[in-house]
């Protein structure tokens, strides 16, 4: 996939895209519609994904390190060994979202997200 490292892409329609393993560090995505999208494996170091439509999205190893995914629609993604240090969940919702596999996440990352009994944290969360 191509390079599209700190592009303004805010509000862009991405229904059911393939973008695995495409490198979008820095890239803005704020309300970009990404539902169904297929992120495995890639590069989302420090994006900005604030208010982005992920529901339904894989995120299978992709690297979301730093990633700003505030007041995001995550309901059922998939993030099986996607890395989470410093990303950012405020107001976020992870209905039925699928974390438990997911790498470096912790309580006080989603203290401000929304979280229900579908929701699948890893095992030190629960």
Known sequence: ????????????????HD????????????????????LQRANLN???LCRAF???????????????????????????GANLKGAAFDGASLSGADLSEA???????LNLAIIDKETKLPKELR
């Open 54 to 80: 992920l529901k339904h999205a894989n995120l299978t190893n992709a690297n979301l390190v730093g990633a700003d995914l505030s007041n995001a629609n995550l309901n059922y993604a998939d993030f099986h």
């Open 19 to 38: 973008l695995m393993g495409a490198e979008l560090s820095g890239v803005n995505l704020c309300g970009a519609n990404l539902e169904g999208a297929k």
């Open 46 to 48: 420090g994006a900005s």
């Open 1 to 16: 996939m191509g390079i599209f490292n700190g592009l303004d892409t805010s509000y862009v329609e991405s229904n059911r």
């Open 103 to 109: 790498l470096n996440i912790s309580f006080r990352q």
